[in-house]
């Protein structure tokens, strides 16, 4: 059973992998982040999976495009709030990564975003299935949380880059700009 799997990094993908090819799935990666800010952050992220799959002998799809400007124009069309850009986020990765297990014959896609306690993971357990649906795939899911540590454990022992902040511009923002930490830890409690 082929599986593409949706990568955002390579401190993510540690764990993720492993949990797949334990389910019996061939493994394929596909890194497609347009949403990473800015291409300093998206190619080191990138260059780091890359070194990465080549060291394990990982079979990786690597989309170089920086399709930066399509991302911004569906997220600022919207909103900056979290609640209404991730979910925008997550459908323009995850279509393409259907679109692409579709592409090369591939049946089954999931995303290492399943692993990350910070995301909305119901959501994309939701959309994820919607997707593949819609494009003639399987999703399949899992809950990867619980190996969110190890992974990111592994990731220090092996001295991988280990990004600050998730991704796009305004997760930047909220992640080092004093004022926006201070909004965003109040909406917390
Ligand atoms: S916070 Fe992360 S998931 Fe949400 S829009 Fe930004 S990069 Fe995408």
Redesign the pocket.
């Known amino acids: 059973m082929d599986l593409l799997l949706h990568t955002c990094c390579a401190p993510c993908s540690l764990f993720s992998w492993q949990a797949f090819q334990e389910k019996g799935y061939n493994v394929y990666g596909y890194f497609f982040n347009p ?2 800010h800015p291409y300093k952050e998206f190619s080191k992220r990138m260059e780091t999976l890359r070194a990465w799959a080549a060291q394990e002998g990982h079979k990786v799809f690597i989309d170089e495009r920086y399709l930066l400007e399509d991302y911004l124009q569906q ?1 600022a069309a919207v909103a900056c709030a ?1 609640e209404k ?2 979910p ?3 459908r323009i990765r995850l279509e393409e990564t259907a679109r692409q297990a579709r592409a090369k014959g591939l049946k089954n896609i999931s995303t290492t ?1 399943l692993i990350s306690p910070y ?1 909305k993971h119901e959501l994309l357990r939701k959309m994820g299935a919607e997707i593949a649906q819609a494009h003639g795939v399987q999703f399949v899911y899992a809950d990867l949380r619980p190996g969110f540590r190890e992974s990111m454990n592994q990731a220090r022992e092996k001295n991988l880059y280990r990004q600050g902040y ?3 511009i ?2 930047e923002k909220e992640r080092y700009h004093p004022e926006s930490r201070k909004l965003a830890k109040q909406k917390k409690r």
Request: charged share 5%.
């Open positions: 949403n990473i997220v979290a850009r991730c925008i986020c997550y975003l995301q998730c991704g796009c305004y997760s």
